[in-house]
């Protein structure tokens, strides 16, 4: 069964920056391809990035040049590191394995004044 934990969230300045962690057991992570996704309220939930066990990566038009997806394949967690934040960036985000399956539980990411 796979687990992911999220952490990093909190609340930060307008043009701040962060760095969301997401730790994975339970699969064989060096072969996934690992997502994180965002959930602003009442929104529905959105991908932003996503990493291949390759390395190639993709990113939501509204986050290219600002956040960079990255994987530690030693200590099986994917990163994302936020710059530049907005406060349209404010949501809950998600770890996902997309070739397992399986998504943790959440980290909040408010940008505010």
């Known amino acids: 069964q796979v687990q992911l934990v999220e952490s990093g969230g909190g609340l930060v300045q307008p043009g701040g920056s962060l760095r969301l962690s997401c730790a994975a057991s339970?699969?064989?992570?060096?072969?996934?391809?690992m997502g994180w996704y965002r959930q602003a309220p009442g929104k529905q939930r959105e991908l932003v990035a996503h990493?291949?066990?390759?390395?190639?990566?993709n990113y939501a038009d509204s986050v290219k040049g600002r956040f960079t997806i990255s994987r530690d394949n030693a200590k099986n967690t994917v990163y994302l590191q936020m710059n530049s934040l907005k406060p349209e960036d404010t949501a809950v985000y998600y770890c996902?394995?997309?070739?397992?399956?399986?998504w943790g539980q959440g980290t909040q990411v408010t940008v505010s004044s």
């Open positions: 996902n394995d997309r070739t397992f399956g399986g």
């Open positions: 990493i291949t066990s390759g390395g190639s990566v």
């Open positions: 339970g699969s064989i992570f060096s072969i996934s391809t």
